[in-house]
């Protein structure tokens, strides 16, 4: 499987934006997925994840309330729509993909996408 995030940009504190993580391969809906980000000189967090299905959502208490994650697995593409975003959501935004790997464990997904950077200005 691989995967390409894209959809990140500069966007005003309370602005919104939508990323997109494409996906090759036929097998894409049977991986749970998950996005991560990391910020300079920080480690790699988890922001949220969405089972294979669809029918499972997790999130971090950091964007709870604010981003929504989806999928659409007619087009092999999982979504991470980001309201409200803050100054503390900048960071580089990974995807990432694996069977059974569905929560924040980043060490349990098999399958990562190259980054889309997010910068939030106040």
């Known amino acids: 499987v691989q995967l390409q995030a894209s959809g990140g940009g500069l966007v005003q504190a309370g602005g919104s934006l939508r990323l997109s993580c494409a996906a090759s391969g036929r097998t894409f809906s049977s991986y749970d997925t998950g996005w991560f980000r990391q910020a300079p000189g920080k480690e790699r967090e988890f922001v949220a994840a969405i089972s294979w299905s669809g029918g499972s959502t997790y999130y971090a208490d950091s964007v709870k309330g604010r981003f929504t994650i989806s999928r659409d697995n007619a087009k092999n593409t999982v979504y991470l729509q980001m309201n409200s975003l803050k100054p503390e959501d900048t960071a580089v935004y990974y995807c990432?993909?694996?069977?059974?790997?569905?929560?924040?464990?980043?060490?349990?997904?098999?399958?990562w996408g190259q980054g889309t950077e997010v910068t939030v200005s106040s």
């Open positions: 990432a993909a694996g069977r059974s790997s569905f929560g924040s464990k980043w060490y349990r997904y098999n399958y």
